[in-house]
């Protein structure tokens, strides 16, 4: 018996069959492109639905499924907030699995529970009660793991980090995102950058050339490598901000780990002196004595690890009958 993990992003979708070991047999990578709303769900049911048949041929059957999104995933109805996708401001995924899922179980949770969920089963959280996956890509969230237990809300939202406060007064700008994530999150970097670079009308530097609303964070990235004055202030307040944002953390819940990982760890790893080191300006100084800073061992694959530890999880969960999704508790 196989499980099957999903982790839908903001721009692509991986499908990924596991062992109940936790090794990673099979992964296949689709791209939303242009897809919106029930296209995106259309894409999801019907590659699930192939997979299934494909493993019951092969005689490694799909015993549960699990699925990571990005946003919120609302344990009591099963539907989805993903803010990137078009049309999924109450997506009813739960519903639309199941109508392919043929009797498996299925079970839903936001990709930052789902990350942290991944280095707990296969990464470097391994053997931890305690931990934080920190998330910075097109947005930014925590997966926390407080006393063995993963922290989901009163309103399955806990982690939203992007929305941490960091600079005063509040601006409308901060509304959509959160100020956290306004500044230091990929499309932050990216913003900010051109941002500064209109704010110096002497720049001639490497990132003067790109045409205003291209610009990249591995633009700034590759421009801070050589040197490029706008580069290096864009990245060193991120390395403030992402400090500051992992000592609050630490001061709240004393983790063994603080694990960075997105798609901006990443390119951004080698700022993990210099973060640990701002972050012991701000943060409880015994806690911050006993708690490591640490990339992702699994990459970009966290959250589909993670998916693949709710099916193991919920293929175990005897309370819940197939065909059910159970509550995001555990």
Known sequence: MSLLGIDLGGTKVAFAIFSKEGELLQKDTYLLGKRR???????????TAA??????????????????????SHSKTGTVWAPNIKGWEDYPLLEELLKVASFIPVKIDSDRACSILGELWQGNARGCLDAIFLTVGTG??????????????NMDIAGAIGWMGFSRPYQEKYSACGCFEYYASGAGIARNAEIYRGLDKDYRGELSAIETGSMSAQDVFAAYDNGDKVAIKTVSQCIGYWGMAAANLVS???PEKIIFGGGIFGPATRFLPEIKSEAEKWGQPVSMKHVSFETSALLGDAAVFGAGCLALR?????????????????
């Open 252 to 254: 709240l819940f004393n």
């Open 37 to 47: 709303g029930n296209a995106v769900g259309n894409l999801m049911t019907e590659t």
């Open 314 to 330: 919920n293929a175990k969960d005897k309370r819940y009958p197939p065909g059910r999704v159970s509550l995001a508790g555990k």
């Open 140 to 153: 930014i969230g925590a997966g926390i793991l407080a006393n063995g237990e993963i922290l989901r809300g």
């Open 51 to 72: 997979l299934i048949d494909s493993q019951k041929s092969a005689g490694d059957p799909v015993e549960s499924i699990g699925v990571s999104v990005p946003g919120i």
